[in-house]
Nanobody, 126 residues
Framework: QVQPVESGGGLVQAGGSLRLSCVVS????????MAWFRQAPGNEREFVAA????????YYSDSVKGRFTISRDNAKNAVYLQMNSLKPEDTAVYYC???????????????????WGQGTQVTVSS
């Protein structure tokens, strides 16, 4: 069974940093797209960042571009999210998602990902 498992969330003051990790078990991941989404209370799940396995191309939402960095370690079947200059509006549950390589236009849509982690809470205090 494919299972992404996130870690690294927590409470941080505005302007601080956190690094999220996600390790995917039960899948070779030879051609996967891996992504981070987040969901705040009362809001829909939103795209944060994604990274192709081949080529290493990265994609970000406008709200995190320049502050967050996605990276991956293919040997460990892991993806990371370095979050800097955190703001209170970044507070949410962050989810790791994995799927077979998809069309570029599909990367930002949560409905296109088959495998999800349980989520990790990130809280940014003002």
């Amino acid at each position: 069974q494919v299972q992404p498992v996130e870690s690294g969330g927590g409470l941080v003051q505005a302007g601080g940093s956190l690094r999220l990790s996600c390790v995917v078990s039960g899948r070779a991941g030879n051609n996967d797209d891996m992504a981070w989404f987040r969901q705040a209370p009362g809001n829909e799940r939103e795209f944060v960042a994604a990274m192709r396995r081949s080529g290493g191309h990265t994609y970000y939402s406008d709200s995190v571009k320049g502050r967050f960095t996605i990276s991956r370690d293919n040997a460990k079947n892991a993806v990371y999210l370095q979050m800097n200059s955190l703001k209170p509006e970044d507070t949410a549950v962050y989810y790791c998602a994995v799927n077979n390589r998809m069309a570029l236009s599909a990367l930002r849509n949560s409905a296109n990902y088959a495998y999800w982690g349980q989520g990790t809470q990130v809280t940014v205090s003002s």
